[in-house]
């Protein structure tokens, strides 16, 4: 995900994190994931905010930031049938842009497995 603010205020924070490239800028770029399905069998809703930080592989800069993130279920259950929704947003305390798009999943470990994506309102 690469994310980019234009106003020269700079991006101070990723999710929890100080952005050391900016750590007086004035916007906070966020990822917020919810899990919503059934995992190994039973009912699971998991929410993740922030679901970004420094500890995921980023390059981070004064006015954009762009980070690599594996949505999914860990590999190791034996099964998934659900959707993450996703919320990438820039805001600086007055303005706020955001973006949402879902990953439906299908997991199961020996079989086939499949995932979709689409935007979500």
Same mark, same amino acid.
């Given at each position: ?13 990723? *999710? ?5 490239? &900016?750590?007086? #800028? =004035? ?5 917020? +994931? ?37 949505? *999914? ?5 034996? &099964?998934?049938? #659900? =959707? ?5 947003? +820039? ?31």
């Amino acid at each position: 995900m690469a994310v980019g603010v234009f106003d020269g205020r700079g991006i101070g924070r990723v *999710g929890n994190d100080s952005n050391r490239m &900016s750590p007086n #800028g =004035t916007w906070t770029v966020n990822q917020r +994931a919810v899990t919503k399905g059934i995992l190994n069998g039973k009912a699971n809703s998991i929410t993740s905010d922030p679901d970004v930080s420094a500890g995921v592989p980023h390059d981070f800069h004064a006015n954009n930031v762009t980070y690599w993130d594996h949505p *999914g279920v860990n590999t190791a259950e034996t &099964s998934f049938f #659900g =959707t993450i929704d996703f919320t990438i947003s +820039a805001a600086n305390g007055k303005e706020k842009c955001e973006l949402k798009f879902r990953a439906a999943i299908s997991y199961e470990r020996v079989k086939t497995s499949s995932v979709s994506w689409g935007g979500i309102r």
